[in-house]
């Protein structure tokens, strides 16, 4: 699984760079951003620009990574494909998440 962890202006950028988030990588996404997540960061800010498809396993795994940050830190998400959009739509999860039409853009600074 390709994940790259840049920190940049207070929030911790992560892009995952996979074409799918779904049951077949969804326990190690959580595990791998566990551990991204340590370094601290006022936001944590995660690119799906490159993810065309997300299942349920996937979004319970985004959505754990959430409640794994609270309260103290907040998950935003950004540059959501159409589909992976439209998952999140229809499951309501567009209202329980801050989405960005793009993520923060810089430098990499630390690849994972």
């Known amino acids: 699984m390709n994940i790259i962890a840049e920190a940049l202006d207070g929030a911790l950028v992560v892009r995952l760079d996979e074409e799918?988030?779904?049951?077949?990588?969804?326990?190690?996404f959580k595990d791998r951003m566990r551990e991204i997540t340590a370094q601290p960061a006022e936001r944590v800010v995660l690119?799906?620009?490159?993810?065309?498809?997300?299942?349920?396993?996937?979004?319970?795994?985004?959505?754990?990574?959430?409640?794994?940050?609270?309260p103290a830190r907040k998950l935003e998400l950004a540059g959501?494909?159409?589909?992976?959009?439209?998952v999140f739509r229809l499951t309501r999860m567009d209202s329980v998440f801050t989405?960005?039409?793009?993520?923060?853009e810089g430098q990499i600074r630390h690849a994972v």
């Open 20 to 28: 799918r988030l779904d049951a077949a990588i969804a326990i190690q």
């Open 47 to 70: 690119d799906l620009s490159s993810v065309a498809f997300v299942d349920s396993s996937g979004l319970g795994a985004i959505v754990s990574v959430m409640k794994f940050l609270a």
């Open 80 to 86: 959501l494909t159409p589909t992976v959009e439209k």
């Open 99 to 104: 989405i960005h039409a793009d993520a923060p």
